[in-house]
């Protein structure tokens, strides 16, 4: 019982340990213009977005443009 009880520790702190790098991703200025000009046309579609981005997934683009963009600031 004790080792269900240490692995579910250790898929939590996993999980927590990839969504901290996903945000920490850098885009380079190519990929930021790109991203600001297709969401300018498109909206919120993220995954369309990462579509016109090879390498990116629509998370890692939707968290960019939340992290930079947010105005809730």
Do not use: C, H
């Amino acid at each position: 019982m004790a080792d269900l009880d240490r692995s579910s520790d250790n898929v939590s702190a996993d999980s927590t340990e990839q969504s901290s790098k996903v945000s920490n991703v850098e885009f380079s200025e190519d990929e930021e213009m790109l991203i600001a000009m297709v969401y300018n046309l498109v909206g919120e579609r993220w995954s369309l977005i990462a579509g016109r981005i090879p390498g990116r997934t629509a998370e890692e683009i939707e968290k960019y443009w939340t992290s930079r963009y947010s105005t809730s600031q």
